[in-house]
């Protein structure tokens, strides 16, 4: 049932805007699927789909962009430069700006992209805060990141 419902998903962001969980939460419905939002808010996540602009100007869930090599810094890559717009550093902290309501979803590719330089991430709604190792660390990974840019 939850592959079944995992390529429902799928089929909806892929043939319609939808712009809430709540939405997606009320397409399933229609097709059969009762579940909670936070079931749909852990679906998003595992199916890796991300916010893009819509063609009205609103964001909207879509696929993530197919990579070539399938690695997990490769599907940061991947969105980036779409969700980001600036990085800075102090210390050995590096902050990551976000458009709105991209935080959550750029922070969660850097917790699973493999940076052993990273010790941890926050992120708000528009405003990530990566805490590095080192200075040094800081100030390699704002390099590798202002060049997604």
Same mark, same amino acid.
């Given at each position: 049932?939850?592959? +079944?419902?995992?390529?429902?998903?799928?089929?909806?962001?892929? $043939?319609?805007?939808?712009?809430? !969980?709540?939405?997606? !939460? @009320?397409?399933?419905? &229609?097709?059969?699927?009762?579940?909670?939002?936070?079931?749909?808010?852990?679906? %998003?996540?595992? /199916?890796?789909?991300?916010?893009?602009?819509?063609?009205?100007? #609103?964001?909207?869930?879509? /696929?993530?962009?197919?990579?070539?090599?399938?690695?997990?810094? #490769?599907?940061?890559?991947? *969105?980036?430069?779409?969700?980001?717009? @600036?990085?800075?550093?102090?210390?050995? %902290? =590096? =902050?990551?700006?976000? $458009?709105?309501?991209?935080?959550?979803?750029?922070?969660?590719?850097?917790?699973?992209?493999?940076?052993?330089?990273?010790?941890?991430?926050?992120?708000?709604? +528009?405003?990530? *805060?990566? /805490?590095?190792? #080192? &200075? &040094?660390? @800081?100030?390699?990974? /704002?390099? &590798?990141?202002?060049?997604?840019?």
């Amino acid at each position: 049932m939850k592959n +079944d419902r995992k390529k429902a998903i799928l089929d909806i962001v892929s $043939h319609y805007e939808v712009d809430t !969980q709540e939405t997606l !939460q @009320a397409l399933l419905l &229609e097709r059969g699927y009762s579940v909670t939002q936070a079931t749909v808010s852990r679906d %998003i996540k595992q /199916l890796s789909l991300i916010k893009t602009m819509g063609e009205n100007g #609103s964001y909207k869930y879509s /696929l993530p962009r197919q990579s070539y090599d399938g690695g997990a810094k #490769s599907g940061l890559m991947r *969105f980036f430069s779409d969700a980001v717009y @600036a990085v800075d550093r102090a210390m050995n %902290i =590096v =902050v990551i700006r976000c $458009h709105s309501g991209m935080a959550n979803a750029v922070c969660a590719r850097l917790d699973t992209a493999g940076y052993g330089e990273i010790v941890g991430t926050i992120a708000g709604d +528009d405003t990530i *805060f990566v /805490l590095m190792r #080192s &200075e &040094e660390n @800081a100030a390699s990974f /704002l390099k &590798e990141l202002e060049k997604l840019l």
